[in-house]
């Protein structure tokens, strides 16, 4: 039986990172029934509870050194664990755990991840000396790659892949359906639903992204409803956006599995987001997304699927969104050539689960 250990960002409520890790397991396991999975989590009790694995806590140095000096892998990612931008510790704190791993002699995969940003020197300088010495990176995007390049990555194999979600099996609508009916969700009206984030001080794009959705209602008689990635976080800026509206809008308050998320997904028409991986779940669930850009893993992934984001939180302006909006509603699917591709990403997807079991075996 082999042993995996996985490192990222889990056991924190966001929907994306918990998304990434259903995704990751469910990848190995279809792989590697017999895999024994330990995940570094934040909350371990109910990383064990939701996940079915086993998990250890994250400043819990002497079982995450057990944890490590007796695997035979560890995986790190997926998601942007390696950048500087919302935090300089966690990056360190990725790295170190990494670092143990290399030390250690264990096979090292960077799963899946978005690379960067990477703003300071010391920064960049340590994640090329750092990923130098592990067996094997996939990213999910180009981009990615031309960073790590950047950094002077010579010593190991760079694969682009695609973001890990994107391989996960669909679901159904049932719990989509049954969470909307019960906030009186008519069915038979146009839903466009709404994913955003707080973004450091930007709070400007909320009353252009206000007048935008007002008009989108009265345009196509659509219902606006905002589905939040990250409990609390995301309902709280939601409500900033849905008090600056003329119009009625619905709040999704609650907290939400991945399976809901994803079901509330093929739920709506469209999906205008911010966070990522409300574009993501939209792409896999073929429901027609428009992205605001806030950080470059946004347009690296509208860019993969062939997209182009409706703007960014800087930049927004209200006639761009109605229009792509309005556009996507009356096509109701995306076009061919972008579900092409979303097919050739849920493909590349899986790729990154059996380049990981291939190392296990490959003694």
């Not at 935008?212 to 196509?220: E, F, G, S």
């Not at 079901?263 to 990522?276: A, F, K, Q, T």
Request: glycine share 6%; aromatic share 6%; proline share 3%.
């Amino acid at each position: 039986m082999c042993k995996i250990l996985i490192s990222g960002y889990y056991g924190f409520g966001n929907a994306g990172d918990e998304a990434l890790l259903s995704a990751i397991l469910q990848a190995l396991l279809e792989l590697e029934p017999q895999a024994e999975i330990t995940v570094i989590s934040g909350n371990p009790v109910e990383t064990m509870n939701t996940h079915k694995v086993k998990a250890i806590g994250r400043f819990d140095m002497w079982k995450i050194y057990q944890a490590v000096y007796s695997c035979d892998m560890l995986i790190s990612g997926g998601g942007s664990l390696l950048q500087d931008v919302t935090s300089t510790r966690s990056l360190y704190y990725y790295l170190s755990i990494i670092s143990l791993a290399n030390i250690l002699g264990k096979r090292v995969m960077i799963y899946a991840q978005g690379i960067g940003p990477l703003r300071k020197s010391l920064a960049r300088a340590t994640v090329g000396r750092v990923l130098n010495q592990v067996s094997m990176i996939t990213v999910r995007d180009y981009a990615s790659k031309e960073e790590l390049i950047s950094l002077g990555l010579h010593n190991v194999p760079i694969t682009v892949t695609a973001d890990a979600v994107l391989g996960m099996h669909p679901v159904d609508t049932t719990s989509g359906r049954e969470i909307l009916a019960a906030y009186g969700v008519d069915f038979d009206r146009p839903i466009v639903g709404v994913s955003v984030r707080a973004w450091k001080d930007c709070t400007e794009y909320q009353t252009i992204l206000a007048e935008a959705l007002d008009k989108i209602q009265i345009a196509k008689d659509a219902q606006i409803v905002f589905i939040p990635m990250q409990h609390r976080e995301d309902t709280i800026e939601a409500e900033a956006i849905a008090k600056r509206m003329t119009v009625t809008s619905i709040v999704l308050a609650d907290s939400y599995t991945t399976t809901e998320l994803l079901s509330l997904s093929s739920c709506v028409d469209v999906m205008i987001g911010v966070r990522l991986h409300a574009l993501v779940f939209s792409a896999l669930m073929e429901t027609p997304c428009l992205g605001i850009s806030y950080d470059p893993k946004i347009l690296n992934f509208l860019h993969m699927i062939g997209e182009d984001p409706i703007g960014d939180l800087h930049t927004l302006e209200v006639e761009p969104i109605v229009a792509r909006t309005v556009e996507a509603l009356d096509r109701k699917t995306f076009t061919e050539t972008v579900l092409e591709n979303i097919h050739e990403l849920r493909r590349t997807a899986l790729e990154n689960a059996r380049i990981a079991i291939g190392m296990l075996h490959d003694k």
